[in-house]
């Protein structure tokens, strides 16, 4: 299964447009992946070919006439619709003046004006650089992914690999010394926690609550339980249902950081979030 | 340390219980008590020691098993009664060379007589005979050539190493309940406890003095906490599964896990009541981790506690069964409280620190706990035992400088106690004298924590 995962993260990170926002998915079978991932194919082979086409039927543009100063380019981008839903369409129209070589990121070189249609599967920023005589300028515009509707396919559940953007968005908390009161930084951190799990409504989480090496086994094996306990109560007052999250109690018997200093027992003393499989 | 005889020592056939107490209370009224008068009172570590000595014994057959044997019976012997608590033991170098390996072969005056000045002398022979060792003991009073024998032992079993240390504990065992004012020794007892020996924490057991450890659990995951039941059938503890801790048993009659009904939650800490029929332990199946006392098959879970904060280690009063003692974060930092069995008539037993892991001596009378007085980051001082006098909440400290004391568990003589000690941030178990004296490790290098000693 380890392997498995491993070779799902490595063709992750063959094909960014598929990784950090895509729709979680749980359970998700190579069958599907390697179906996402001639899809891309497709759609690249798509892309390149109307470069190509473009290229080849439009007239070259005309020598400027020699000046002794080139007029600096100027470019704009837009995109509509802004906001979509995963996989919708979104036409992106440009227009430059005195550029002589025009890209989008993510497309490739473009006419110096033009439209086109692209389907993001998540929130992106299309990034227009016009290059002329004169210097060069970039544009942007930003095509805002709703985040998927809650799925009723296990297709949709969070897959593996997003094992990293958990990791990212949801973080930690941390508590004071023998204390399992949230601080209000952490309320605003939790706050953050709950906004990811809310978006991703099919990933269960489970609290781990540790304790520093400090102090008495079986005290600290129940305030690692109070620990955990307090983040999950701040998480459903925050909205996340009560049944998506699960806690265990570590107390000291697993550590963070093994130093004998405040800064590793800081460390020790937290909530943990993990994805519950 | 020689001491004039007392004359009362000489008679034997006197309840020893009731001439312990009424010396320790004459010794209080006449001197005044000093804070380890009550202490020595309520344990029964008598107000002075009787001064015996152990012979090594006479090796009876040509057997070659014989020396290893005896050696060991002799060794084993010789630590019981100096661990006992209650001896002032004539050492080795100064005791007559003789091996009296009977009554007739005994000259009591070499006993008596100064260096040795023993009150007491235990001696006799050991054989090895046909695959089994035999062993015949008997415990004389040196200052009583008349009638001297107090005691008359056979020991006859399989020729073996441990059995050999059986034995020795036997006779041990029987001088003591003799000389102890009735209360059994403890060197058949037995201590359970946590190792990380295998790579993993499991529950492990040993003999009293450390000697014939065992594994007991096998289970790959986390366990703690063990705790044996008052018939040294089941051993019940806390185990770390995919659904968090829960309480679970195991049979050392089966010699297998058996099916306990865990609460849901993070659910730990389990104590027997001294009759068996019962468990308590802390549970965070509601909100907070809360005091539950069930039945010892699961049933009729009732909570105990309702008080903010975690609530831990419960221990039962083995006296009367009607109240317990738990840990309690109410206020903050951890505290021991006192509650009768229906939540009632709560007490605050410590006044401030960082108080954990009680546990209550066999007569009811003391809590033994770790207590760190002055606990904060950066503060000085340590974790140490202390015993309190529950009625009086007078205590006083056991260990002192050395390490991070934790775990404290009462010998069911109530003389001694079981304990865990960190140093560089290595647990090892400890055992001492419930006044703190004869302070000794039981395991080495191996990561040994939360003792529990057996209750017979």
Known sequence: MNDFALEMNNMDGAIPEFSQNEPTKRGITLRNYCR??????????????????????????????????????????SASPTVVNPGDGVSLLWHTTNATDVSI?????????GTQTVNPTSSTNYHLVARGDGGSIDATTRVTVNPPMAPAAAETAPAMSDDASFRQNVQDVFFDYDSYDVSPENQSLILKDAAYLTAHPMIKVVIGGYCDERGSTEYNLALGENRASAVKTALVA??????????????????????????????NRRGQFSIDR | MSKKTEPIFRRISFSLALTFASIAVVAGICTGASAQDWVRTGTNLGAQKIRIAAAD???????????????TFDATLFNDLNNAGIFDLVSKSIAPPSMPASPQQINLGEW???????????????????????????????????????????????????????????????????????????????????????????????????????????????????HVSPDNSRVAFASLGNGGWSIRMFSLVLNRPVTFPSPGGTTQSPAWSADGTKLAYSSSRSADTQIYIGDANGAGVRAVTSFRGPNVSPVWNPKTGSQIAWVGGRTGLPQIYLADIDGGNVQRMTDGGYATSPSWSPNGQFLAFAWDRKYGPGAPGGQDIYIMDIASKRWTQLTHDAGRNDFPSWAPDGRHIVFERETNHRPEVWSMLADGSQQQPLTRGGNNSMPNWSWK
Not at chain 1, 242 to 257: D, L, M, P
Not at chain 2, 57 to 66: C, K, L, M, R, V
């Open chain 2, 57 to 71: 014994f006479a090796p009876s057959s040509q057997d070659p098993q014989t020396p290893a044997l005896k050696t």
């Open chain 2, 112 to 226: 008596a007589n100064a260096p040795a000045s023993a009150e007491m002398v235990a001696f006799g022979s050991l054989a090895v005979n046909g695959g089994r060792v035999v062993v015949s003991g008997w415990l004389f009073d040196a200052k009583n050539p008349q009638s001297p024998q107090i005691l008359g032992k056979q020991y006859n079993e399989v020729a073996s190493q441990d059995n050999a240390r059986l034995v020795a504990h036997r006779f041990a065992d029987e001088i003591i309940l003799r000389l102890g004012g009735g209360i059994n020794g403890i060197a058949e007892t037995h201590i359970f406890y946590v190792s990380a020996k295998s790579g993993t924490k499991e529950i492990w057991e040993m003999d009293y003095d450390g000697e014939g450890t065992r594994q007991i659990t096998h289970l790959g995951a986390i366990s703690l906490s063990p």
């Open chain 1, 238 to 267: 925050a909205g996340v249902g009560a049944e998506r999250i699960r806690t265990v109690s570590y107390g000291k018997e697993k550590q963070f950081c093994s130093e004998h200093d405040e800064s590793c027992w800081q460390q």
């Open chain 1, 36 to 77: 996402l991932y001639l899809t891309s194919l497709a759609i690249f082979a798509a892309l390149a070919a109307a470069n190509g086409c473009k290229k080849q039927t439009a007239p070259p543009p005309p020598p400027l006439p020699p000046a002794m100063t080139a007029p600096a380019p100027t470019a704009t981008i």
């Open chain 1, 105 to 113: 990121d993510g497309i490739g070189k473009v006419p110096t004006s």
